[in-house]
């Protein structure tokens, strides 16, 4: 383990492969979640059986990392099982950690398993001290994952006042909204990704060529229209191109990637304890790409030199429509 302090690199698992490929790459934690309904990347083909995440786990402990698991979707009314048994199960194989949102949950983690670390997850949206302080004095909680909406002098203050690790998003998929609490999906597809772990589910997408436009809808309702000499994104409903007021653009924001490399000196500075990589529902070759890239950035601010800028330039090649933000956290984001 590397000593303390030091900006912990959070890295994503959607897979076996993806995880052992972060461990390789350099990833001091990996998150993942189980193959089912009560975490928030609950698409077919990803996430971990209960062996398979014992194995993750072991081969984690064996190069000494960590191992968090996301159970971080809302049970149904009356039909908390799964989501408990997750937190079982978790306990039992040796987690590191769950990252949980539900109060329910909470409770039932911190009475059933005591000695179990919990983390918020940014499914909470939990963004202000005294919302975090309740979580922190009520269950325990160790660490807040923030939502995608604070600036890093927000982050700073936050920080010191909650007195608790705090982990922000480093790269990869900017979701605009109040995380645990938009229901855009969920109203053009039936299907809930703040209970079922699915947002924009690939079952109901469809692109269809009309004319000389490619257009592509989710849950029958055009999400957006592309000329043949561009790139046609993924159908999320916040990224999608709509007209309001006489006037067709991005409405909430355009499809972009999160990218903090430029900023990491000043994530450390407001006391920040992990950086978040986002992308269990990407391959391999995305999560060695990128926590090379991040690992070999921290270890350079942790030397004093600067970022390597040709390795930097190459996360834009798989950033979401080929550009990067610094999002909320210089105050450019619209």
Not at 22 to 39: K, P, W
Not at 75 to 85: D, F, V
Not at 124 to 151: M, Q, W
Not at 277 to 283: A, V
Request: charged share 20%; proline share 5%; aromatic share 8%.
């Amino acid at each position: 383990m590397r000593p303390l302090p030091y900006l912990e690199l959070v890295c994503p698992a959607g897979t076996p492969a993806a995880f052992k490929a972060a461990i390789e790459s350099g990833a001091d934690t990996v998150y993942c979640g189980f193959r089912d309904e009560t975490n928030a990347r609950n698409f077919p083909g990803l996430n971990f059986d209960r062996r398979e995440m014992g194995d993750a786990i072991a081969l984690a402990h064996r190069h000494e990392r960590k191992v968090l698991i996301a159970i971080n979707t809302f049970p149904k009314a009356g039909h908390p099982g799964p989501w408990r048994q997750a937190i079982d199960q978790a306990a039992e194989l040796g987690a590191d950690a769950v990252i949980l949102a539900d109060i329910g949950l909470l409770d039932y983690a911190k009475r059933t398993h005591p000695d179990l670390r919990l983390h918020l997850s940014v499914q909470a949206a939990a963004s202000n001290a005294d919302a975090i302080a309740f979580y922190r004095d009520r269950f325990g909680v160790k660490r807040v994952v923030l939502p995608r909406v604070l600036t890093v002098d927000e982050i700073g203050q936050l920080t010191r006042a909650v007195g608790i690790e705090t982990e922000v998003f480093a790269f990869g998929g900017l979701c605009v909204m109040a995380e645990g609490r938009c229901a855009l999906s969920s109203y053009l597809t039936g299907t809930s990704p703040n209970s079922q772990g699915a947002c924009a589910p690939a079952s109901h997408v469809r692109y269809d060529e009309e004319g000389d436009q490619l257009v592509s809808r989710l849950g029958g309702v055009t999400i957006n229209s592309f000329s043949k000499s561009e790139p046609a994104g993924y159908p999320t409903p916040c990224k999608g191109r709509f007209t309001a007021d006489g006037q067709t653009s991005y409405l909430f924001e355009d499809p972009v990637s999160l990218n903090t490399l430029d900023i990491l000196p000043a994530l450390k500075a407001a006391g920040v304890t992990a950086l978040k990589i986002e992308g269990r529902q990407r391959g391999k070759a995305y999560v060695t790409q990128v926590v090379s890239t991040f690992r070999a950035a921290i270890d350079a601010i942790a030397q004093g030199i600067g970022t390597n800028a040709p390795a930097a330039a190459a996360l834009r090649a798989i950033s979401e429509g080929g550009r990067e933000t610094t999002g909320a956290y210089k105050k450019s984001w619209r």
